[in-house]
């Protein structure tokens, strides 16, 4: 079993107002995040999102600020966050955020018409952040959006659901008898990894892609694949002096 779910089947459960909560360092910043934890996800991101030609990696603060500066750091794309706050820069964009929990308006800067971008965000639950933040990026500032991932989805119907976005998750799940359950270890979306295929979906089209065309030959062609001595990205738990040298090479595909 992965870092990730075990740390959510390890999660505390609160309630609120008649609702049951999973309190987890990834969504909510308790308890304590450990380092291999986050490598592992960010990881898991750099696998399965589509990185080609990204420009800007965009998250809305604040919970997806932590996974976003630790992608940006391992693939070099810069970073964009979404405030709550108001600057009056200019190109300054507004957005309305609407969520089960709360409402409020947000700010967009730094981003451009044109732009390529990956939206990241922490968990996926009502999906009125990432609607309102898609919309906003794909409508008034005219971007492209190459992909959108989050770590964590709860399973069910969201604001997304009946609308042409496509998210990524890592891993989804809901809460049951007071209990965190994984509906899905792999979450939604396909995406690539060492020595083969996530759950064999691998669309053809992504061979279009030469950065990872080069990365799953290199994969294939190891005579060493899965070595825990060689395989420069073997597994999940990697080191951090292993994950920093060759995460840019796993992004550009020149490994």
């Known amino acids: ?42 990881i898991k991101i750099i696998r399965k999102a589509e990185l080609e030609n990204v420009d800007k990696i965009v998250t809305p603060a604040a919970m997806g600020i932590h996974i ?16 709550k706050r108001e600057y009056g820069l200019e190109g300054e964009v507004p957005l309305f955020q609407e969520t089960g929990y709360s409402e409020s ?33 794909t409508g008034d500032v005219g971007a492209d959006v190459a992909d959108v991932v989050a770590v964590i989805k709860k399973a069910g119907k969201n ?6 976005y496509d998210v990524k998750t890592l891993i989804n ?14 979450g939604d979306g396909w995406g690539l990894r060492l020595c083969g295929l996530s759950r064999g979906r691998y669309p053809a089209e992504v061979s279009h892609y030469s950065s990872y065309a080069r990365f799953i030959s290199h994969c294939e062609n190891a005579s060493d694949c899965g070595s825990t001595s060689s395989s420069p990205m073997n597994g999940d738990n990697i080191s951090p002096a292993i994950s920093i040298e060759n995460s840019r090479s796993l992004a550009t595909g020149s490994i």
Do not use: C, W
């Open 1 to 42: 079993m992965d870092q990730l779910s075990r740390s959510l089947l390890e999660a505390p459960i609160i309630e609120k107002d008649d609702y049951h909560y999973f309190v987890h360092p990834i969504s909510d910043g308790v308890p304590m995040l450990e380092p291999e934890l986050l490598r592992e996800i960010v």
């Open 173 to 186: 799940v809901t809460v049951a008898n007071k209990e965190v359950v994984i509906t899905d270890a792999h």
């Open 68 to 83: 976003s500066t630790a992608v940006s750091l391992m693939t070099d794309i810069p970073l964009v966050v979404i405030r």
């Open 105 to 137: 308006e947000m700010y967009i800067n730094d981003v451009e018409t044109g732009d390529r971008v990956l939206v990241l965000d922490d968990v996926l639950s009502t999906g009125g952040t990432m609607k309102a933040v898609l919309d906003a990026l």
């Open 159 to 164: 604001e997304l659901s009946d609308t042409s």
